[in-house]
T-cell receptor, first 111, second 112 residues
Framework: DAKTTQPPSMDCAEGRAANLPCNHS???????VYWYRQIHSQGPQYIIH???NNETNEMASLIITEDRKSSTLILPHATLRDTAVYYC????????????FGTGTRLKVLA | DAEITQSPRHKITETGRQVTLACHQT?????MFWYRQDLGHGLRLIHY???????NKGEVSDGYSVSRSNTEDLPLTLESAASSQTSVYFC???????????FGPGTRLLVL
């Protein structure tokens, strides 16, 4: 099963773009990349997901490399409320279901 | 608004006792999941269900059981609580098998 690797922590200045990288070099062709975040000890919150193409929604953008071995979550204008742990997850949507959370990246947005 | 709730939010119990954590969702989702979260491990999947009467083991299912008698509820039972099961437990649901999961607020369980 595909694993993900993320830096343990990052800082970002308020108002600047936060770029959170994720390595998933063993990803298979039918596996999606999902991003969630967890603020304090709340339940994780969905942000965005993608398979091959780049995706954008009201919260963030997801850039997936052409070989699909890595991706970047972009928060275009980080605010203090974006301080959280961000999880990159590879999800297999067929066969044995497994949603593997790593330890994530702790993003701190600085005023 | 549709939501997913967990109860209790906090629980203290003793080793050897049976404990049941409740999860209730009003999304009418077929898929429901239980995770535990410990420091240094992120979230780990315990059990999941694709629908009524369906249950499946996840990554860390030993010592836990679930049953699905209706669409809305997936209770998690610790048959004989152990100190190693002290953790924060999250329930989630999703509409599609491969799709966005909506998480509950969590239950903090302390086993003494």
């Amino acid at each position: 099963d595909a694993k993900t690797t993320q830096p343990p922590s990052m800082d970002c200045a308020e108002g600047r773009a936060a770029n959170l990288p994720c390595n998933h070099s063993t990803i298979s062709g039918n596996e999606y990349v999902y991003w969630y975040r967890q603020i304090h000890s709340q339940g994780p919150q969905y942000i965005i997901h993608g398979l091959k193409n780049n995706e954008t929604n009201e919260m963030a953008s997801l850039i997936i490399t052409e070989d699909r071995k890595s991706s970047t979550l972009i928060l275009p204008h980080a605010t203090l409320r974006d301080t959280a742990v961000y999880y990159c997850i590879v999800e297999r949507a067929s066969g044995t279901y497994k949603y593997i959370f790593g330890t994530g990246t702790r993003l701190k947005v600085l005023a | 608004d549709a939501e997913i709730t967990q109860s209790p939010r906090h629980k203290i119990t003793e080793t050897g006792r049976q404990v049941t954590l409740a999860c209730h969702q009003t999304w009418n989702h077929n898929n429901m999941f239980w995770y535990r979260q410990d420091l240094g491990h992120g979230l780990r999947l315990i059990h999941y269900s694709y629908g009524v009467q369906d249950t499946n083991k996840g990554e860390v299912s030993d010592g836990y059981s679930v049953s699905r008698s209706n669409t809305e509820d997936l209770p998690l039972t610790l048959e004989s609580a152990a100190s190693s099961q002290t953790s924060v437990y999250f329930c989630a649901s999703s509409e599609n098998l491969g799709g966005t999961q909506y998480f509950g607020p969590g239950t903090r369980l302390l086993v003494l």
